[in-house]
């Protein structure tokens, strides 16, 4: 008796009590997350084992909302998420993510500072490659899908990561909330952008609807940008639309993914929103190597940073103040006003 009386003193210690999160903003490198920084106001710090040396906190307002920077690339992005998702020290399974990012994109969908909400990811990087100088006469590139014979050819999705569709209902409510709000510019991207003879390419910089392609190789020029839109047709079966090109997003969400397979975040809460950095291919007469190695002298990075807060806004803002519509799932009704 006296055993089981003293077994009683050694009862299980309570669980930790874990952050609640509202909406994580998932930025990449420390520009990204400076912008939501800079405007949330006070935050928490709270060092997770696991994340980024560079980036080793994450960051949280009174409000429940957190940013995260995972470290550019997939293997960062992936690593880090993972060490946040499974830390046990945030609450995620009602949390709304929000991957922001800048990106390179294609002239023909938008232009310098666009911010773009996406619908598909689409991993570029899984694929076979040729030597661009021995490819049949009737290829169009030296890239085919794994276990394919041409690069028109839909591979087998065997990686299970190749191609994401997020959720309708939480992306037409970002793009309504957003697509008025008032985008940041600049006097070098203008100036660089009136390179471009036709819109949107030459046009102001705006809040738009289309695809984001992940790859942690950056490319340049008109044929692999020629690419990267038929494979994100062909991945897609003809209905996504290919306008930027990032390293991380297919790998943050399948870090996601699977921690909805465990129980502890939710795939349908997933937005991801790229803005236009630079160009993914030169103006005409332009050349590959200058668009690629002076990607900086086009003007677009500060717009776009800037525009990741302002684009994102409406949403972070519509989810927070109207939590009680919002914390079971995307509000049916027009419950969060529409700018």
Known sequence: MAWFLGASAYAAPKAPVRQPVKVLIVSMFGPEGKVWLDHLGKTRAIRVAGLSPDYPDVHCTRDDVCVLTTGMGHANAAASMAALLYSGRFDLRKTYFLIAGIAGIDPAQGTLGSAAWARYLVDFGIQWEIDAREIPANWQSGYLGINTKSGTEKPPLDYRTEVFQLDEALLQRAYALSRNAVLTDSVEAQAYRAKYPGAPANQPPSVIQCDTLSGDTWFSG??????????????????????????????????????????????????????????DRPPPGGSNVNNLLDYQQQGGFVPAVDNLYRAGKPLVDAIVKDWPHWKDGVPEDDTSSTP
């Open 222 to 279: 008109t044929a692999l940008g020629q690419r990267a839109r038929d494979w994100t047709k062909l991945l897609t079966d003809g209905r996504g639309v290919y306008c930027t090109t990032q390293q991380e997003d297919n790998a943050t969400f399948e870090v996601i993914k699977r921690g909805a397979a465990a129980g502890l975040a939710d795939t349908r809460r997933v937005a991801v929103l790229r803005t236009g950095s630079d160009f």
